[in-house]
């Protein structure tokens, strides 16, 4: 089982639709997520920062279950700008007490006119 | 403020040439990386450097180097180029506080290096 896995999409959706994305983890030890986007061709920005019970940022809402290991990110009224690749990372303790970091591959939304 | 610049931004080599990718962050942030980002295979990290002075490899450190040569900059170098090392090159940086774990990075723009 991959560490950090997504559906690649893409998720094709109308302007204004609501669209999840989930990313599940195999790592019980992750200590914080973040969801990326990253534009055609260009660097990965960050979105959000997920910590204990989520956090909501406008028309972006993420979410944890760490019971279940994956995390959420909900778009509200989609925009065209929105359009995009959604990388999920998970970032963890390995054994010799040093950080990592592990990017998904990302999911591909197109939000449609 | 520019955040994290790289340069260049294109780069076509012939297999066995070097040549230095070069970063620059004015975040004054104490962690750098170096990544590499192909179809298939999401984000790898190459080299990073927790801090001035020090580099660590990464998940895919063989045929480069690196240098972290002030807080600023972050070079990476490649002594003998090969057509698997065709990628797309980030540079990242982030602030890591006592206590607060984030990793929250800021990335560069990009170097699209291809090796033929």
């Known amino acids: 089982r991959k560490e950090v896995e997504q559906d690649p999409g893409p998720f094709n959706v109308p302007e204004g639709a609501t669209v999840a994305f989930n990313c599940t983890y195999s790592?019980?030890?992750?200590?914080?997520f973040f969801w990326y986007r990253q534009d055609c061709r260009k660097e990965p920005k960050l979105l959000m920062s997920v910590y204990s019970s989520g956090n909501e940022d406008g028309r972006f809402t993420a979410q944890l279950n760490r019971a279940s290991q994956y995390i959420s990110l909900l778009i509200r009224d989609s925009k065209l700008s929105d359009s995009a690749t959604y990388l999920c990372v998970v970032n963890l303790f390995n054994a010799g007490n040093n950080r990592k970091l592990i990017w998904g591959l990302g999911t591909s939304l197109a939000v449609n006119p | 403020n520019a955040g994290v610049t790289q340069t260049p931004k294109f780069q076509v080599l012939k297999t066995g040439q070097s040549m230095t990718l070069q970063c620059a962050q004015d975040?004054?942030?104490?962690?750098m990386y170096w990544y590499r980002q192909d179809p298939g295979m999401g984000l790898r990290l190459i080299y990073y450097?927790?801090?001035?002075?020090?580099?660590d490899k990464g998940e895919v450190p063989n045929g480069y180097n690196v240098s972290r040569l002030n807080k600023r900059e972050f070079s990476l170098r490649l002594e003998s180029a090969a057509p698997s090392q065709t990628s797309v090159y980030f540079c990242?940086?982030?602030?890591?506080?006592?206590?607060?774990?984030?990793?929250?990075?800021?990335f560069g723009p990009g170097t699209r290096l291809t090796v033929t």
């Open positions: 450097s927790a801090s001035e002075g020090t580099t």
């Open positions: 790592n019980s030890a992750s200590q914080s």
């Open positions: 990242a940086a982030s602030q890591v506080s006592r206590g607060r774990v984030t990793h929250e990075q800021y």
């Open positions: 975040m004054n942030h104490n962690s």
